[in-house]
């Protein structure tokens, strides 16, 4: 499937959940004009085989579509350079994550998916000050400042655990 990140109805990411969630087994291209290091990170977090930018179309359409139809990823070249600096921080991501326990790790992925203190003790038979235990072993471990900070790691890295 060929898709823009902005689409009127549903954005590119929101088709892409739609498509997993009906279990379709399809390959996904973007084609936009999104260069941002964010949006392209956020499309190979969706799992996507290619990703164009519209003002390179022309060059790289046909060649995206022949890697993806070999099970090959394609970028467009024009922004290679924000692959080399993914995996650099990839690289990075893992070696914190390396630091934590198996129980940490479970915790962050739960945190990952949105869930409160409360949720995460039920889910995993502990009480809720464990969890906050947890939760400051985890920033500390990580090097985590803020309130938000933990969310925002979880989110951005949960494709790692």
Known sequence: DLLDINMPLMNGFEVVKELKKRQFKT??????????????????????????LKECAVDDIIDCINYVAQ??????????????????SLNEAKGKLDKLTSTERKILALIADE???RQIADQIFISIRT??????????KLDLHGVNS???FAMENKHLF
């Open 71 to 88: 099970n090959k990823s394609y970028i467009s070249p024009a922004i290679s350079s924000l692959l080399l600096e993914r995996g650099r």
């Open 27 to 52: 390959k996904v291209i973007f084609l936009t004009m999104h260069k941002e290091e964010d949006i392209l990170n956020k499309a190979l977090d969706y799992h996507a085989m290619g990703y164009i």
């Open 131 to 140: 969890v906050e235990n947890h939760r400051i072993n985890i920033c500390h």
């Open 115 to 117: 869930k409160t203190s």
């Open 150 to 152: 933990l969310l925002k």
